[in-house]
């Protein structure tokens, strides 16, 4: 009778036990999945040429399948002087799923006229505010106004980028340091490298393009020398075997994959370990503005997508 007890009693045990494990909560053992490496993005330079207008713009990006763009500031202010406003604008965006990334202008905030430069610092500030409203935390710092002429002193346009930086600082809206190839200054990894850590600034970022990486001449082996966190968005697009960095133009640049650029190679070396590296496609083409805007943009994001998968 007690041995009969003892092993009801035991029992009862091993099944308040199994019962208990199944009102535990079901574990889920498999990994998170791995965050994406790359977000993809429209620059709107690539279907400008068709005249759509910021709104349509915006429509074929979104339809095309992008979630992020890159625009530009004189399509926005056309849109304005036009009776848009930025709150209509922001809402198209939220109705349409998009992000804008990043916008692309040309204030004058690095020449060395000094009248000519405030000029310039207070278009940008006022873009930076029309910016925050549309969501949008950088913008493009190329070196408008300084691209003629060689002999700007690297260190007066660190002064200067930190001065644009403070102003991001006020506006939430981060100037993104721009290397552009075809100038006489600012066209080299080591300028821009230089004018960003000079200003001493924890906001400074840089904005490089595969076009004008080639075009101004840096050596892909010093890609390694910019920090991760320096680059936030990048431009891709491809160029041909014919190609000349004397002579290649902006015009001339092609799809991803449709020309001989080491894109993996780049995108490998500036991709960030923990969050996607935003990289935007930018061409002039005039052969595409020929075509279908929104097989135009469909054939980029494929193209970006199948240039990256060995990344």
Not at 57 to 82: D, P, Q, T
Request: aromatic residues 6%.
């Amino acid at each position: 009778m007690a041995d009969s007890l003892l092993n009801r009693r035991n029992s009862l045990k091993v099944l308040g036990a199994t019962v208990g494990l199944s009102l535990l909560p079901e574990i889920n053992l498999a990994k998170p999945a791995p965050k994406p490496a790359f977000t993809y993005c429209l620059n709107m330079s690539t279907i400008m040429g068709h005249k759509l207008g910021f709104v349509k713009e915006l429509e074929v990006a979104a339809k095309a399948g992008f979630r992020s763009v890159e625009i530009w500031m004189n399509s926005l202010e056309a849109y304005l002087s036009g009776g848009g406003t930025l709150a209509d604008a922001r809402k198209r965006l939220n109705d349409l799923g998009l992000k804008v990334e990043n916008a692309i202008g040309f204030a004058q905030w690095i020449i060395d006229d000094e009248a000519g430069r405030n000029k310039g610092l207070d278009q940008l500030k006022r873009e930076m505010e029309q910016l925050a409203q549309l969501g949008c935390k950088r913008t493009a710092a190329p070196p408008a106004g300084a691209t003629k002429d060689p002999g700007l002193d690297l260190k007066k346009a660190a002064e200067r980028y930190r001065k644009i930086l403070e102003l991001g600082d006020q506006t939430g809206v981060v100037p993104q340091l721009e290397l552009w190839g075809f100038s006489q200054n600012l066209n080299r990894l080591s300028d821009v490298l230089y004018v960003a850590t000079e200003s001493g600034h924890p906001s400074a970022r840089l904005l490089l393009d595969v076009y004008h990486l080639y075009k101004g001449g840096t050596s892909l082996d010093s890609l390694h020398l910019v920090g991760k966190s320096a680059i936030e968005i990048f431009h891709v697009n491809d160029y041909t075997a014919s190609s000349n960095p004397a002579t290649i133009t902006d015009a001339d640049r092609i799809y991803t994959g449709d020309g001989v650029a080491p894109i993996p190679r780049i995108l490998q070396a500036l991709r960030q370990p923990d969050r996607p590296l935003i990289i935007s496609f930018e061409v002039f083409n005039k052969n595409y503005y020929t075509q279908d805007a929104l097989l135009v943009a469909k054939t980029a994001l494929a193209k970006m997508k199948t240039a990256t998968k060995s990344v």
